[in-house]
Every structure is written in structure tokens, then in C-alpha cells.
């Protein structure tokens, strides 16, 4: 749940709740027993709108809030300008309630009991496909990255299935991925980082560093549609697996940066609990990290867009992370 990008989270986690508006339609939904029925209540209410696509998606929406979310799901939703989010599991039937004056500050009258959990996720440590679900512009939808959820918040146990395993040991299809990026050396990797930001959209991308300089290994320029410029200069580090990119690492990237630009920060390994914090510091160049199980994702994402001689000496699959 959006909570209009988090403007009302604090809200809900101070009463309990989570909630959604449907504009000047002031009705409790304990009143339909359709999405017909509302969407008919909701063109009667709005009678400037004829667009049966707006009506439906205005409509389904808070239909969804009324009669999709059950008992004892988990509800997420983002802080303001930050990438925190907070999560919570929705209380038993009835949960849902009506609150048509609001006096808390929050103008959500559709309202259902949440109890909040005082844990945060950080959306930075997501995979890359749960990230991009959460950029979704819906208002109430639901989320398909269960397993990957349950794992950030602890309860594996609510899993409803085990991986498979081989020799008694569970299979883990990123560490098998990136131990093949291991196998590159260090200007091979510079050079699939190269190649992934030209698959991302970035024009001219290029290794300008070289292994252990210790600064920037690759640049590259988007532009979008004339609306937005970007140099972007990357650090790529093959470190191994489970290894700590140091704050200092990030602020030494930083210092090599030109005004104006952005970094960011590309390994195989993995990156200490205060590097977000560091890496959108305000008033200094921003950068981007991605971890080692990101760059797996963006690898799977992109894949067609790899070289073949890349491919081909990489010797993957991407069924073997998508199956």
C-alpha cells in the first residue's frame, strides 16, 4: 500500500491502521456487495469522469482494500523520502471499518487494523525484480516476492515450501552465478559491467580505469527522451562472496566523481548497514550500490544484451536463477 508515498505511514503505524480514499464518495463499503455496485455508486459521484478505464481502476482499487485483503496478511508500505519500509499483519475479522471525519490528520476514511511491526526493511538490500515491483503506481496491489519477503523479515518459517536441495544442502542459484563471475578476472568483470550499462540504456559505456586503481573502472551517459542527462562513473569490485564493501571504499568513490555526476557502486560482494545512509548523504554526488544477489538480477534481466563471447565464457543460463 502506497499511503501516497508514504506522506501517511506515520499515521498508520501511530493508529493501528492502514487505509485508502476513494474522493468525494463518502460511503462505507460494508454498503456494496459488488465492485459493480461501487463502480455504478462511484460514476454517480463523478459524473465528469467517462472513462471506463479511470472508473475501473479508481474503483478496483479500494474494492481490492475491501475484499481481497484477508485476515492475518502482511501489509507493506514505504516512509516518506526514504528507503525504509514498514510492514505489518492485518488484524481478524472484522478488520475493516469506516471512519468518515478523520480527526488523526490521515484523510483515508477506508480504513482495516494493522498491528505494525516495530522492524523496518530496507528496500536498498531488495532484490532487484521486488524493487521494481514496489515503484508500482497502484495504490493497493499485491506483491508476488512472498518468499524473498518472509526471508528480509525473518519468518522463513511461514514458507510454504522448501528449496530444493542437493546433498542435504539447500540450492542456492546465486551463489552457483556468481561464482562464475568470480571466475572472470578483474578486467573481465569491468568489462560485463561495461556491457551491462549499455544494456541498461546507457550510451558510450566504457572501461576508463584499470584493476586495482582503486577509482572509477567505467562510465556512461543516459539520456531520456531529451528530459534528463546523466554521467554516471562505476566502481566494479570483484570481491568474494559475503565480503563488506567498506564505508571508506564508497567515500573514496565519491571523491573521484566530477560535480554534477552520479556514481555508483557495482560488486560481487556485499555492502556494510550504514553504506545507504553514506552513499545518499545529502549535499554530496549520490551513489548507487548493487550488491552481489543485484547483479545476478540485473545479469538475468539483461542477459540477451550480453556479448555472446561474454555469454559464452560466463557459460550460464538464465533459467538457471528464473526456474
Known sequence: MRADSGTYTEHFVAGGYAGVALTNLALDLKEFNSLDELKLAFRASHPDVKSNLVVGMQSGQVWRFFAEIQAGDFVVTPELQSRWLRFGRVAQNPSYYYEPAPMDGCRYPHRRRVA???????????????????????????????????????RRDLMEHVADTKGGQAYDAYAVVL???????????????????????????????????????????????????????????????????????????????????????????????????IASQPGFVPIGLVNGRQLVDLLVEHWRAIPPELQQQLGLKPGLVLS
Do not use: C
Not at 536498498?124 to 506483491?143: G, H, I, K
Open 116 to 154: 505494525w511491526s516495530d522492524k523496518r526493511i530496507d528496500r536498498s538490500e531488495l532484490s532487484v525484480p521486488f524493487q521494481s515491483a514496489l515503484r508500482a503506481m497502484q495504490t493497493v496491489y499485491e506483491l508476488t516476492h512472498l518468499d524473498e519477503f518472509l526471508t528480509s523479515i525473518g
Open 179 to 277: 561464482d562464475r563471475v568470480l571466475e572472470l578476472d578483474a578486467g573481465e568483470f569491468e568489462g560485463l559491467v561495461s556491457n551491462l550499462l549499455t544494456a541498461l540504456g546507457f550510451e558510450g559505456s566504457e572501461v576508463i580505469g584499470g584493476p586495482g586503481d582503486g577509482g572509477v573502472d567505467v562510465k556512461g551517459v543516459l539520456q531520456v527522451a531529451n528530459l534528463a542527462h546523466i554521467d554516471l562513473y562505476v566502481q566494479a569490485k570483484r570481491y568474494a562472496k559475503g565480503k563488506t564493501v567498506s564505508s571508506n571504499d564508497i567515500r573514496k568513490l565519491r571523491s573521484t566523481i566530477p560535480h554534477g555526476s552520479q556514481g555508483a557502486f557495482i560488486t560481487t560482494g556485499r555492502f556494510g548497514k550504514d553504506a545507504p545512509d
